[in-house]
């Protein structure tokens, strides 16, 4: 089975958007894409209104990923249990797609006994360990989240830390949003290290608006970039997941 | 597929409650929340006669990942590896399927509250314990993962270390499934996150120091120099300052070479009342010389004294014979 890459987008934000599309139906428009869009909510002393947890919850519920509201301390580990969790999940639902095929279509994982889901999940493991995966990381920057930041950084790094422990590829890209001029500003380049965040996030300047729902519609109109760049390259037709959730 | 609160509250099930398995139709009655953790609730139930710890989550496959994990610690005879496994089952409740397994309850305080109320007395024995138990998990293609005071029960009489959770379990040359930071080598920037057995020995040794720090503390410059300044501070740790400092750096390839450095050094400790003898002079020999600077600092003392009472003297006699 060769699950191909999977597409993850990690939205790391602490409250609501107010300005351009819906980022929850931004999020539906990346599901259909292939990407699965996970969600950080970032709390301080304070917690987040509930209006802005709504949000957070319907992004990755349409976005079928995960979603999480942590306090910053806790960052960290948040960062990369969401990431995994939600790679997890994309790929038991590409191996419950094959099972269908296999058993029958009202049939999944579930539905086995709990002997051989067991086998099952030995599949899943090694597919999270081998599968490449391509995260794109998307960083409010609006005014609240200045005190926020250096601790975002921290939290980044420690996920290509985790993530490179695999012995599959990793490509990291991270946007900020709002940017200087636009609503969406690319920080970084897909790369498999993280560390040259650490010279590139101190200059951030924070401030204004949040455009949530543009940076969404941005970010998957990236991964076509580097999909159709590869395919330039190399012509490695990849299977992508369209389908499969 | 989310990190549905309604779904962890389906988790939530209150003491008398029963469980009944939907394949294999065993039932258990809920007595008590044991603990939860990130990956589902635990509680203590009764299975007929007998006391049994009953773990559920909505995350299914996590649960099925964990048993895999106990089924091979299974294999291993006469291990003490994890608990022993019981059962695994799906629980159907209001149109939702909650998977659980049943393992053997294992009932004690955790490390550091055994070692709070039996005293430092322990702590040797009950590390060298649980570094035979890694060896065994090592040798089987496993790492532990998640080592941590938490996960650690000290079952008995007689006393004997029990890791309880294998959510972290993760097989040797993979990423670590699950971990804590503050006994994570990465996050201290001591090395990677790969499942190799030095990531369980980094954790021994920052459960060393955590048992001389029960609170803990916080990351500041990190890296080795902020581990070892700790360890300085406090003498508990200083006299096994060499073994942690080892296990920190990855030094110990496995931890049967940690256990036999930690045995030597009791050796070591009785020996300083005795000389040690010739033949065991490698480590032994720099511990001795380490505890030996008092002679030489007396001898440094008394040549001060030597030198003062001449110059005294002489300056007495300059004054005597020119006085007259």
Redesign the interface.
Known sequence: MNPGTIKQILLITDGCSNQGEDPIAMAALAKEQGITVNVIGVMEHDTIDEKGMKEIEGIAMSGSGVSQVVYAQKLSQTVQMVTRKAMTQTLQGVVNKELRQILGDSKSVEDLPPEQRGEVMEVVDELGETVNLDVLILVDTSASMKNKLPTVKEALLDLSLSLNARSGNNQFGVFVFPGKKKDVEKLLDWTPQLESLTSIFPKLTTGGITPTGPAIREACAYFKKKRSLRSLLSRDDEQYFEESM | ???NSTLKNLCKVSPGTIIEGK?HHHRYTILKELGFG?NGIVYLAQFHNQRVALKMSD???SI??E??VL?SFAKVQGSSLGPSLVD???WVQRNH?I?FYVMEYIEGPDLLSFIQQKGNGWTEALVLQLLSDLDTLHKQGWVFGDLKPENLIVMGPPPRIRCIDVGGTT?Q?????EFT?FYDR??WGLG????EPTYDLFAVGMIMINMAYPKRFNKTTGGLNQLRSMIQQKPELKKYEDIILNALQGKYQSAKQMRMDILQGIGSQAKSVVPPAPQQRTRISVKTQRYSPKPSKRRKGGWVETTLIVTIVSVLYFLYIFGI
Do not use: H, L
């Not at chain 2, 040359?173 to 499934?177: L, S, T, V």
């Not at chain 2, 990677?192 to 499942?195: I, L, N």
């Open positions: 597929m989310m990190m394949w990130a995350n299914g496959m099925i990942s048993v895999n089924k695994v089952d799906d399927t998977s097989i040359g993979r990423a670590i499934k930071e990465g996050y990677s996150r790969k499942a």
